[in-house]
C-alpha cells in the first residue's frame, strides 16, 4: 500500500472526495467569475482580447497543485523546457490532456467541451474513478461533467455562484457579527437608491465611497467616487439599465483607511471541517492583485481572530451547501485592528497553486514574493533561453533561494493574438515565487530578476 504524503494535494482530496489517494483532473478555469457575471447587472466591463488570451493561459497554474496520480487539462502542451525544469526541481508532474485545437479567446473548459477526443479521453478516467476539480464552476463546468462522466469534485454552479458574490459576503459578515466597512448590499434598485443616498451623506463629509460589482474580479467592476456628481451619474447609468430586470448586483461601502492588504484561506470539507491553510500579505494595484508576500506578520491575536473568524464562515459555508477551497480577502487597519471579512471567494486562489511548491521550497527560515513580471515581446520566447538570462537567479535544489517560474504559458500567451506576420510587440507575464533567507535578499534577487527582463 502507497504510503501518502501529508501535503496540501492530500488533503485537498480528502476534503473534496473524502479520499486522499483519489485522482483528479485539475481545470483552470481561472475567472470564471466572468460566466457567473453573465446576465448581472454590475460594472464589468468587456476584457481586452490580448487581456483575455493571457488569463486564459493561467490554467497552466494547474500543474504545481496535481501530482503524477492526478491529470490536468491544458490547452496547449507546456514549454519542453519547462517541463524538465519543474522535473529537475524534483516536483512530480501529473499526466496532461491537450484539445486537438485551441481558442486563445476560449476558456479552457470551451476547449475541452468543443474537441470529441478530450471528452472521449475524460470519460474513460472517468470509468476509472477520476474526478474532476475545476478552479471554480459555473455552467460550462457542469456540462464538462455530465458529457464526459466525471463526478465533480466540488458543489454545483448555482451554489458556487451564490456564495462567491460580494453581495453575500456582505451580508454573511453582517449576521455573524465580523466588522466591515459600513456600507449596503444592493440586489434591487430601491436598495441601490437607499445605499446612493448612504453614500452622499460619506461623500458630504469628504469620505471617499467604493461601487463594486457583485462579481467583479482583478480590479475590473469597482468604482472608487469622491464627488456627488460621479455618484450620481454612476447612479443614473446603473438605474436605467436596471428599469426592466428590476435588480441589481451592486455593493457600496466606505473607503476605509488600511495599513495591508491579507488574503487568508481555509478549506471546507464535505462532512463541514474547516481547516485553516494559510494567511500572507496581499500585494494590490489600483485593486488588482500583483501577488502575495510571505510569511506575513501579525500578533498572536491577529492571527487567532482570523483563525476564529475562518470557522465562522466556513461553518455557514457548508450550511449553506458549499464546500473546497475558500479565499478571504481582509485588511488591517492603520492602527492594528482588522477587517477580517472584505471578500469571499470560494474557489481556487492565487494561493492555492502555490501551496506545494511553498512547502518545499519557502519553509521555515525562508521569506518569499510571489508576483508576476511584465515582459515586453516581439517574437515568443522559449524557456530555456528564459532560463539562460536569469542564469544565476532561478531556484534549484541545491541553494533553495530565488525564482521558481509556476507558469510559463502566459509569457506568450498575447503573440498568439496579434495576427500572423505582425510586427506588433506584446505584453508577456511571468508568474513566479522568489525565495530568500531574508528581506534584504529578497529585495535584491526581485530588483535583479525585475531588470534583466527589462532587458528581453
Known amino acids: 500500500m502507497r504510503v501518502l504524503p501529508d501535503n496540501f494535494n492530500t488533503r485537498l482530496k480528502s476534503a473534496l472526495v ?5 485522482s483528479l483532473v485539475f481545470l483552470g478555469n481561472f475567472e470564471v467569475e466572468g460566466q457567473w457575471a453573465v446576465g448581472e447587472l454590475g460594472l464589468r466591463g468587456i476584457a481586452l482580447e490580448t487581456g483575455r488570451a493571457v488569463v486564459n493561459r493561467m490554467d497552466e497554474f494547474a500543474l504545481l497543485l496535481a501530482t503524477e496520480t492526478d491529470h490536468v487539462v491544458l490547452k496547449q502542451e507546456p514549454d519542453e523546457g519547462y517541463l524538465g525544469y519543474l522535473a529537475d526541481l524534483g516536483l512530480e508532474l501529473p499526466r496532461i490532456i491537450t484539445p486537438g485545437r485551441q481558442d486563445p479567446h476560449r476558456v479552457v473548459t470551451e476547449d475541452a467541451l468543443a474537441d470529441p477526443a478530450t471528452i472521449t479521453r475524460l470519460a474513460q478516467l472517468a470509468s476509472e474513478g477520476c474526478w474532476l476539480s475545476p478552479h471554480g464552476v459555473s ?91 460621479r455618484l450620481g451619474r454612476l447612479h443614473r447609468m446603473i438605474a436605467r439599465r436596471a428599469a426592466e430586470q428590476r435588480r441589481v448586483g451592486l455593493v457600496v461601502e466606505e473607503w476605509v483607511p488600511k495599513a495591508a492588504d491579507l488574503n487568508y484561506q481555509f478549506t471546507v470539507g464535505r462532512d463541514g471541517a474547516v481547516r485553516f491553510d494559510f494567511v500572507k500579505q496581499a500585494l494590490t ?18 492571527l487567532d481572530e482570523l483563525g476564529q473568524a475562518a470557522q465562522r464562515i466556513g461553518e455557514r459555508l457548508a450550511g449553506d451547501g458549499y464546500f473546497g477551497v475558500v479565499g478571504v480577502d481582509a485588511m488591517v487597519d ?22 506545494l511548491v511553498q512547502t518545499t521550497f519557502a519553509g521555515a527560515g525562508k521569506v518569499a514574493l510571489a508576483r508576476h513580471y511584465v515582459l515586453r515581446l516581439r517574437t515568443e520566447l522559449a524557456f530555456d533561453d528564459l532560463r539562460r538570462l536569469l542564469h544565476g537567479l532561478m531556484i534549484d535544489r541545491n541553494t533553495g533561494h530565488g525564482l521558481l517560474v509556476n507558469n510559463f504559458a502566459t509569457v506568450n500567451a498575447a503573440g498568439a493574438v496579434r495576427g500572423a506576420g505582425t510586427e506588433r510587440s506584446f505584453d ?29
Open 334 to 355: 492603520p492602527e492594528g485592528g482588522l477587517f477580517p471579512l472584505v471578500e469571499i471567494n470560494a474557489r481556487n486562489n492565487m494561493s492555492t497553486y502555490q501551496a
Open 139 to 229: 455552467t460550462l463546468e457542469e456540462q464538462l461533467a455530465q458529457r464526459s462522466g466525471l463526478r465533480l469534485a466540488a458543489p454545483d454552479a448555482a451554489i458556487c455562484k451564490a456564495v462567491n458574490s460580494k453581495i453575500y459576503s456582505r451580508r454573511l459578515a453582517d449576521e455573524i457579527g465580523l466588522r466591515q466597512a459600513l456600507g449596503w448590499a444592493c440586489d434591487t434598485p430601491a436598495e441601490l437608491d437607499e445605499a446612493i443616498a448612504g453614500a452622499r451623506g460619506l461623500l458630504a463629509v469628504d469620505r471617499k465611497v467604493v461601487v463594486k460589482d457583485a462579481f467583479g474580479v482583478s480590479g475590473k467592476g469597482i468604482a472608487v467616487i469622491e464627488t456627488e456628481d
Open 428 to 456: 508577456g507575464r511571468l508568474y513566479g515565487m522568489v525565495v530568500a533567507r531574508s528581506s534584504d535578499e529578497l529585495t535584491a534577487l526581485d530588483d535583479e530578476i525585475t531588470a534583466r527582463l527589462a532587458a528581453v
Open 285 to 302: 494595484d489600483g485593486g488588482v492583485h500583483k501577488g502575495h508576500r510571505f510569511p506575513v506578520s501579525l500578533t498572536a491575536a491577529q
Open 18 to 22: 473524502g479520499r486522499a489517494d483519489a
